[in-house]
């Protein structure tokens, strides 16, 4: 198992940056394929983003896709989420988690959340 933390989160105003980190403990992260997920006010948890153990596959939510990326680096146990062109409809909590298979992270079949990191994008 796999311990996340997600940290980078904070208020942006439309149209700017950010980049989201999660760094996994253990010497199991660099075979997990992980992904990145959200969870706005009211609704329910949805995938936004996933990367293969090696980054060969990646997968993105239509509403994100061409804005945001997803990226890992394994020597550092850290996942990245760079989000360009933020907008309101962006506004939600992040969370990273992960999985031995890839197709797992994309139906967002994962259990032991963690708190998430806030990001709120200002009109």
């Known amino acids: 198992q796999v311990q996340l933390a997600e940290s980078g989160g904070r208020l942006v105003q439309t149209g700017e940056s950010l980049r989201l980190s999660c760094v996994g403990s253990?010497?199991?992260?660099?075979?997990?394929?992980m992904g990145w997920f959200r969870q706005a006010p009211g609704k329910e948890r949805e995938f936004v983003a996933a990367i293969s153990w090696g980054s060969r596959s990646l997968r993105y939510a239509d509403s994100v896709n061409g804005r945001f990326t997803i990226s890992r680096d394994n020597t550092k146990n850290t996942l990245y989420l760079q989000m360009n062109n933020l907008k309101p409809e962006d506004t939600a909590i992040y969370y990273c988690n992960g999985a031995p298979r890839y197709d797992t992270v994309v139906l967002g079949a994962l259990t032991n959340w963690g708190q998430g990191t806030q990001v709120t994008v200002s009109s």
């Open positions: 253990g010497s199991t992260f660099g075979s997990y394929a």
